[in-house]
């Protein structure tokens, strides 16, 4: 299980996180929802170590994520799966370089071994005869998807998923957002998503968090986030942009 | 002028800071250079780049440099009927000074800007952060092979350099000012000690560490999209350059 408490965090004089709190459940699908710029990949990315809160905790099992040295802090990664916003492919690597990549890094398999399941995990993800293809020559959806296959090629326990299925046209959403449950369900993984996806959201979720304005305004399952009067949480779902949220 | 002063004294904190977390990085590196596994793959790929690549523009301006040079000592020592000390004249300036020099300066306008370009999109397009998630140190994996290879091939650039800089000496003494060809080549070998291509080796080790440091350090913490890592590029080779020759006089006052 993962807690969050308290997490605050500013760039300069912008507040992004102003005190989130929330408790990630060991294997389950977590889904945090939130406008565009409220800080959602900001919230991740405290999550993985990436950034370093002004204040507040998380903690992991029993250890505090936000106060651990290097060495360690390594050990813990190695448990942890991530697909980034941007996809953040090696440009320098071919499509099974960069999803061979952890495999190579981390455990003793030859290359044999590594390219079946490199091509295992990209059949997986919709993508055949890729291998060899530089990042450059991909489509953006593409992309995604294979930063999505390197993300989970060593099965880890925990996997972040920022916004799994933007660039995706509504066939392949749905087949991303099988992936995630199966291979979920599969090894009981503990899956964090960030999505604006409402169709991926009601249909993976165990538990919806909104992030509003620096904290999480609403939780809970699916079902009861629908049944939600809250007029933001509202508005957000139904996608409207007349509502108490205002768009300028 | 209170203005002035101040703003003085932040460049030159910010000079201080620049410094100070690039001995860090060094140190860093250092560190995880000998903490296996060891990256021989990456360690052969940046070798190629930084050596095998400056090949061409190395051995065209070690030539030149060393054709000129002939021309200018021929004058010189002309006047004083010394001729034949054109050849020493030319390998020692080439093996002391402007192999290394020139050598340094060229490799870091062309591999110093491309890997802190190299380094500098890797981090504002997330790919640094990726390895760094996959427990993979940025550091080791990045900076170490470049750094080592810097420190590696810089020497054998040098070495090129003095070689193809005393044959086109060479060319121009005795093929086109007609210097006796055994008294160019004996008197060479007179003058020309082992100390004086190992002070050149000795620089050029330095301006490799140099070149590929500071490219590591400006495009690793690069930030600001493709207008940070132009300058990120600009100010590496700025700064390496400059620091070339600060530590070629300094380095040339301790050896000679
Ligand atoms: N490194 C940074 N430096 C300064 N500001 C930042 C940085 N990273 C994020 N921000 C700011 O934090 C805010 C939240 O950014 P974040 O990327 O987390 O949004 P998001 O919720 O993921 O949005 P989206 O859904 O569009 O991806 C933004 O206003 C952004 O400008
Ligand atoms: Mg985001």
């Known amino acids: ?248 | 002028m209170k203005a002035y002063l101040e703003s003085i004294g932040r460049s030159a904190e910010a000079f201080v800071a620049t410094v100070g977390s690039m001995a860090l990085m060094f140190f860093q590196a250092v560190m995880y250079a000998f903490v296996p596994p060891i990256k021989f793959r990456n360690i052969f790929k940046q070798m190629e780049f930084v050596g095998v690549q400056s090949l061409f523009v190395v051995i065209l301006t070690g030539t030149f440099t060393g054709m000129v040079l002939a021309l200018q000592s021929y004058n010189a020592l002309k006047r004083f009927g010394a001729e034949s000390l054109v050849g020493p004249s030319v390998a020692l300036s080439m093996a002391r000074e402007l192999g290394p020099v020139l050598s340094g300066l060229m490799v870091t306008g062309r591999a110093g800007s491309a890997m802190a370009t190299e380094l500098g999109t890797m981090r504002v397009t997330e790919q640094i952060d990726a390895l760094f998630t996959m427990a993979v140190n940025p550091v080791k994996h990045l900076v170490v092979p470049r750094i080592i290879a810097g420190v590696c091939m810089f020497p054998v650039l040098t070495v090129i350099a003095d070689f193809v800089g005393v044959i086109g000496g060479y060319m121009v003494g005795v093929k086109l000012l007609g210097i006796n060809a055994g008294v160019y080549i004996g008197r060479t070998v007179d003058f020309v000690q082992v100390s004086d291509i190992t002070t050149g080796l000795t620089k050029s080790l330095v301006f490799g560490l140099i070149t590929s440091l500071v490219a590591c350090y400006y495009g690793y913490y690069t930030m600001g999209g493709a207008e940070g890592v132009g300058k990120s590029a600009t100010s590496s080779v700025v700064l390496a350059s400059v620091l070339i020759l600060v530590s070629d006089y300094l380095l040339s006052s301790l050896m000679s």
Do not use: C, W
């Open chain 1, 1 to 248: 299980m993962i807690k969050i408490i308290d997490l605050k965090k500013s760039f300069g004089a912008k507040k992004v996180l102003d005190g989130v709190n929330l408790e990630i459940e060991k294997g389950k699908i977590t889904v945090i929802i939130g406008r565009s710029g409220e800080g959602k990949s900001v919230l991740i990315k405290h999550i993985i170590g990436l950034l370093r809160p002004d204040s507040g905790k998380i903690i992991f099992e029993d250890m505090e994520l936000t106060a651990m040295k290097e060495r360690d802090f390594n050990e813990v990664l190695k448990r942890f799966g991530m697909l980034f916003q941007s996809a953040a492919l090696f440009d320098s690597m071919t499509v099974a370089g960069n999803v061979g990549f952890p495999l190579k890094e981390h455990t003793d398999l030859n290359d044999e071994d590594i390219l079946k399941t490199v091509k295992e995990k990209l059949r997986r993800v919709g993508l055949v005869d890729v291998e060899d293809m530089t990042p450059a020559e991909l489509s953006g959806g593409m992309k995604k998807r294979v930063g999505l296959a390197r993300a989970i090629v060593m099965d880890p326990e925990i996997v972040l998923f920022d916004e799994p299925t933007t660039g995706q046209d509504p066939i392949m959403s749905d087949s991303v957002a099988d992936l995630i449950l199966e291979t979920q369900r599969a090894l009981k993984t503990t899956y964090i998503i960030i999505s604006h996806d409402i169709a991926l959201t009601l249909k993976v979720a165990d538990k919806v968090a909104m992030l509003h304005e620096g904290r999480i305004i609403e939780e809970g399952t699916p079902e009861e986030m629908r049944r939600n009067p809250n007029p933001i949480l509202r508005q957000f779902l139904e996608g409207r942009a007349s509502g108490p949220i205002k768009v300028y």
